[in-house]
């Protein structure tokens, strides 16, 4: 039973839920404002989605932009969300820009990540220039 006493197919239909199932393999664009699960292998874009979720069992290779993503499986490209979250099966490679992000133990993300609003500068390079000459120079 679904939301609301409705059947579970009446409120993936409302919500506007968009399902890619393990076995499927699709190459393309969505541009939805509701929720997508990959369980599947999906190759391409996803546009303005609301909420997706990557399965054990999912793949997606491509660019995403969204507003929380949770991945238990594998994603590869270009990411733009506000929440990210890698659970501990989850892996994810490529660049990231994100609000939040939360990685759980045994979670991998391999790649660059940069959290929007947000800067610190780094001094290291002054720092390195300043003890390759052997002694710390002021």
Known sequence: ????????????????????????????????????HIDGKFEGVIASASYITVGKTG?????IESKNITVSGFV??????????????????????????IIEADGIFDGTGKRKNFSIESRYDEVKKRIQGGFLQQ
């Open 1 to 36: 039973m679904g939301i609301f006493g409705q059947s579970d197919k009446q409120s993936s239909q409302q919500n506007g839920a968009t399902v890619i199932p393990y076995g499927t393999h699709l190459i393309g664009g969505i541009d939805t404002k509701g929720s997508i």
């Open 59 to 63: 793949e997606f290779y491509g660019k």
């Open 76 to 101: 590869d490209g270009n990411i733009d969300c506000d929440e990210m979250h890698i659970l501990s099966t989850g892996k994810v490679i490529g660049e990231l820009s994100y609000e939040k992000l």
